[in-house]
Each structure stands twice: as C-alpha cells, then as structure tokens.
C-alpha cells in the first residue's frame, strides 16, 4: 500500500495542526495504522498507533493528552490531531501500515509515508 502524509506546517507554542495519512488501498480491519517522527538529529520516535479494526489507540507518553489518533475507514484515511504543540514536538512526521501489528519500534512496519515537516516556534 502506499502512503500519502500531509497537512504539515510552521506553529506557534501552543498551537494545532492536524496530520492526514491517505491509503491508496483499502485498509482491512486486522491492519494497523501508526505516526512516528524523527526530529533533527534524533533516531525515529513512535507517536500514536490504531488499530483499524477495532479502532484502539496508544500513544507514546511525551504527547498522551495532546495528540489524538482517528481513522476514516470509507476514505482509508488516518488523521492526527496535535493541540498544545511544544518546540520539542518539531519532527518530521511519518505514517505507517502494517498488515498485522506495529511495535513502537517500527517492527512489521510494510510501507512507510514520505514525510511532513511540523515545526513548532517558541
């Protein structure tokens, strides 16, 4: 499956933004959808993951509270929303698939997004 991630941008401290995630295939409901980022000389960090069946989501505790994970499934289509931006929350966005399970270490990963930049000034 290939992957589409957009919706990236420059932010103020406290600030939102909401990252898309397009599949250009349906996405089954034993597939998992996930958001990693990598932020300037950093190794990649997982962010959110769901579970497009049953919907269940866990987050990494540096955003639990201020990102939400969501899913369309008519329009195969992952979301994230991020409140309460912070400068240490400027990455490079990535979305993932997986046929099965994503480990928060990227293990299973099939396809991976290209990439969107979220900054965050302070």
């Known amino acids: 499956v290939q992957l589409q991630a957009y919706g990236g941008g420059l932010v103020q401290t406290g600030g939102s933004l909401r990252l898309s995630c397009a599949a250009s295939?349906?996405?089954?409901?034993?597939?998992?959808m996930a958001w990693f980022r990598q932020a300037p000389g950093k190794g990649r960090e997982f962010v959110a993951r769901?579970?497009?069946?049953?919907?269940?989501?866990y987050y990494a505790d540096s955003v639990k509270g201020r990102f939400t994970v969501a899913k369309d499934s008519g329009k195969n289509t992952m979301y994230l929303q991020m409140n309460n931006l912070i400068p240490e929350d400027t990455a490079v966005y990535y979305c993932?698939?997986?046929?099965?399970?994503?480990?928060?270490?990227?293990?299973?990963?099939?396809?991976w997004g290209q990439g969107t930049q979220v900054t965050v000034s302070s």
């Open positions: 993932a698939h997986s046929s099965s399970f994503i480990a928060d270490n990227g293990d299973d990963v099939g396809s």
């Open positions: 295939r349906r996405i089954y409901s034993s597939h998992t």
């Open positions: 769901i579970r497009w069946g049953s919907g269940l989501t």
